[in-house]
């Protein structure tokens, strides 16, 4: 089991910036990949960033240039930095840590979310 602690998040004026945090505890060993993941008001929960315990980023393309997200503490912390936000950014941002435990023919993924941080930017 892993625990996902995030904090952060609040109201900001466009372009001002935030930044999140995740803590990660429980079976920490087992996490690959940890990352941050948004909804908005009537719509799907879409992926921000994640980024792998070697150190491998990934974002989607509407945050290129302006989030940031790192990882440290033994793999167990990951921070979301958000420059230049925009009204569109506003959402709940949500921590996932993704373990993977290998078994006798074939690995074994699950995902853990956190209980969500609200991002409001204003206009």
């Known amino acids: 089991q892993v625990q996902l602690v995030e904090s952060g998040g609040g109201l900001v004026q466009a372009g001002g910036c935030l930044r999140l945090?995740?803590?990660?505890?429980?079976?920490?060993?087992?996490?690959?990949?940890m990352g941050w993941y948004r909804q908005a008001p009537g719509k799907q929960r879409e992926l921000v960033a994640t980024?792998?315990?070697?150190?491998?980023?990934n974002s989607a393309d509407s945050v290129k240039g302006r989030f940031t997200i790192s990882r440290e503490n033994a793999g167990n912390t990951v921070y979301l930095q958000m420059n230049s936000l925009k009204p569109e950014d506003t959402a709940v941002y949500y921590c996932?840590?993704?373990?993977?435990?290998?078994?006798?023919?074939?690995?074994?993924?699950?995902?853990?979310w956190g209980q969500g941080t609200q991002v409001t930017v204003s206009s």
């Open positions: 945090s995740c803590v990660a505890s429980g079976s920490i060993f087992n996490i690959n990949i």
């Open positions: 996932n840590a993704r373990t993977v435990v290998s078994g006798p023919f074939r690995n074994y993924e699950h995902d853990y």
């Open positions: 980024i792998t315990r070697g150190g491998s980023a």
